[in-house]
């Protein structure tokens, strides 16, 4: 089932403005976009601010809950195409991932209800026939990669002759899945330097706001409130024992993500007798990002089979993640203090 791109209109587009059609519509609209940028007042800025806000909103986003609401046709179509630009510049992998999953949701949210013709165009649009009740095992593989639930697992799906079967809500997800993944794979877009010097100051509050939603997930730094194997590593270090790539990377990766800084974490590393400062900064700077990808430690699943989950303790067992870990002690230890402090 399909529809004609004519039969779009105005606010599927802005439903769905990651559509080839949207383009086009913002090619012909009276005023480019490139003069809606320049502008230092009316329209423009209005635009500028909305597309700032929709990467706001992307930074903190959970879940949808109802619908997203379309107030205004045109702003919400080009907003989308500022937003783009606008984390293009800033060139952060964690902040173009956010707003990838952020319109990736906010299109499935409006599929739920979308009349079957126009959510089959849109589908067509990502290769996808959403009529299909079972997708090719190799096409099925490269879709799901970077999904976590284990029932999307080949060895947990039902395949037949090399297809795998899918029901009409898996449909969904896996649709939801493949929008993000396009859009993220269309960031950074290359931004030409009179436009990014106009969108800078946009830029640069997305930014703050950004390391504002980092302090407030994790706060100051609280040492009390590693989990255990990440202090079993750090004593392994202070204790001159050689260990292994995986527990120098699981333990770098959770330092930085906490918001500890590069020289304080070569600091852990310093401690060790055979500490070599060249090596250990140009490691902790590739693990933080400065080759451009910025990574996270692994989950608890991995930080067995690495052989590195060891002194489990009864928080352990309600977490699956070193940082799920952290967040909760730190958030029990807070209120310990404030009520010791009450008494
Ligand atoms: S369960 Fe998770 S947090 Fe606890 S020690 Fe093992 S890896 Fe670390």
């Not at 423009?44 to 609401?69: C, M, N, W, Y």
């Not at 989950?299 to 052989?307: A, D, S, V």
């Amino acid at each position: 089932m399909q529809v004609s791109e004519n039969r779009l209109d105005k606010k599927d587009l802005a439903k769905y403005p990651f559509l080839k059609e949207t383009k086009a519509f913002v090619s012909r609209m009276d005023v480019p976009l490139d003069s809606l940028i320049r502008a230092q007042s009316g329209v423009g800025v209005r635009i500028k601010e909305s597309a700032a806000q929709r990467v706001r909103d992307s930074l903190g986003f959970t879940d949808f809950g109802l619908q997203p609401d379309i107030e205004s046709v045109d702003d919400e179509i080009l907003s989308y195409a500022v937003a783009r630009m606008i984390v293009s510049c800033l060139n952060d992998r964690m902040i173009m991932d956010r707003l990838a999953r952020y319109e990736a949701e906010r299109a499935y949210h409006f599929l739920q209800t979308e009349a079957p013709a126009k959510k089959a165009y849109v589908a067509h649009s990502f290769g996808l026939d959403v009529d299909a009740v079972e997708m090719g095992v190799v096409f099925y593989v490269g879709l799901v990669a970077t999904m976590k639930d284990p029932k999307w697992r080949l060895v947990n799906r039902d395949v037949r002759h090399g297809m795998v079967q899918i029901s009409a809500e898996e449909y969904d997800e896996l649709l939801r899945e493949r929008i993000r993944v396009v859009i993220r794979s269309q960031l950074p877009l290359e931004i030409p330097g009179p436009i990014a010097i106009r969108l800078r100051p946009y830029a640069d509050a997305v930014s703050v706001a950004y390391q504002e939603k980092i302090l407030e997930q994790y706060g100051e730094v609280d040492e009390g409130s590693y989990p255990p194997c990440m202090e079993a590593i750090i004593r392994a270090v202070a204790e001159g024992t050689n260990i292994p790539h995986t527990a120098r990377f699981s333990l770098t990766a959770f330092l930085h993500t906490i918001g500890l800084q590069e020289p304080q974490i070569v600091e852990v590393f310093a401690r060790a007798p055979d500490f070599d400062i060249s090596r250990t900064m140009y490691q902790v700077e590739h693990i933080s990002g400065r080759g451009g990808t910025e990574y996270t430690p692994p989950g608890c699943q991995t930080m067995k089979t690495y052989g590195l989950c060891v002194n489990r303790d009864a928080v352990c067992k309600e977490i699956a993640h070193p940082l799920s870990y952290y967040k909760r002690k730190k958030k029990g230890r807070k209120k310990e203090i404030s009520e010791s402090a009450g008494q």
